[in-house]
């Protein structure tokens, strides 16, 4: 069993800064590629930073300069570091990471979803 843990979510007045975090542990064999959606009430889940395995990042383009997504393979950690946050940036947002498990004696590919954590930005 894989369990991604969050943390790092909060209450921040426009344009302050949260770090959040996310913490894969189990039987981990390797990430293919981690990161974080976010939803908003009555709003669709968005993709909001991801990174592959071999460092390649993707940002929704409402973020893009303001939120910084990076890695520590040594323990299986991504981190967001979101910068001159807007009230438009509240959400829950949920960590995720596509990845193969090992499961007895196989390896196997699955999707795994943090708990979400809340950010609020307020104006």
């Known amino acids: 069993q894989v369990q991604l843990v969050e943390s790092g979510g909060g209450l921040v007045q426009a344009g302050g800064s949260l770090r959040l975090s996310c913490a894969a542990s189990g039987s981990i064999f390797s990430i293919n590629a981690c990161g974080w959606y976010r939803q908003a009430p009555g709003k669709q889940r968005e993709l909001v930073a991801a990174?592959?395995?071999?460092?390649?990042?993707n940002y929704a383009n409402s973020v893009k300069g303001r939120f910084t997504i990076s890695r520590d393979n040594t323990n299986n950690t991504v981190y967001l570091q979101m910068n001159s946050l807007k009230p438009e940036d509240t959400a829950v947002y949920y960590c995720?990471?596509?990845?193969?498990?090992?499961?007895?004696?196989?390896?196997?590919?699955?999707?795994?979803w943090g708990q979400g954590t809340q950010v609020t930005v307020s104006s």
């Open positions: 990174i592959t395995s071999g460092g390649s990042t």
């Open positions: 995720y990471a596509d990845l193969r498990a090992v499961t007895g004696t196989q390896v196997r590919e699955y999707d795994y």
